[in-house]
């Protein structure tokens, strides 16, 4: 079992940056591959970012790719996503989930999910 809390996110204008951060515990956070995954207004969650157990392979959304980065800190049972040159439509709630298996952008492959965090970007 792993216990998910996602941190980092608010308001920011257009063009600015953000740094989500998502703790674990409950379990060896490096077992699990991890993704981060979004959630606009009216709109069905969406793959964002994933990243594998030992940080050796990331996938991007092409709306993110260039912008966004994901990254991971084994030591301490964390995985981020700094967010650059935000726009209007990345303003979502962000949350984290973490798989067992290897890295995915399929949402249905990941076992344990964050609350989330809201990220608005004013235009």
């Known amino acids: 079992q792993v216990q998910l809390v996602e941190s980092g996110g608010g308001l920011v204008q257009a063009g600015g940056s953000l740094r989500l951060s998502c703790a674990a515990s409950?379990?060896?956070?490096?077992?699990?591959?991890m993704g981060w995954f979004r959630r606009p207004p009216g709109k069905e969650r969406e793959f964002v970012a994933s990243?594998?157990?030992?940080?050796?392979?990331?996938y991007y959304a092409d709306s993110v790719k260039g912008r966004f980065t994901i990254s991971r800190d084994n030591a301490k049972n964390t995985v981020y996503l700094q967010m650059n040159s935000l726009e209007a439509e990345d303003t979502a709630v962000y949350s984290c989930?973490?798989?067992?298996?290897?890295?995915?952008?399929?949402?249905?492959?990941?076992?344990?999910w964050g609350q989330g965090t809201q990220v608005t970007v004013s235009s």
């Open positions: 989930a973490a798989n067992s298996g290897s890295t995915t952008r399929d949402s249905r492959k990941y076992d344990y």
């Open positions: 409950g379990s060896t956070f490096s077992t699990y591959s």
């Open positions: 990243i594998s157990r030992f940080g050796g392979t990331t």
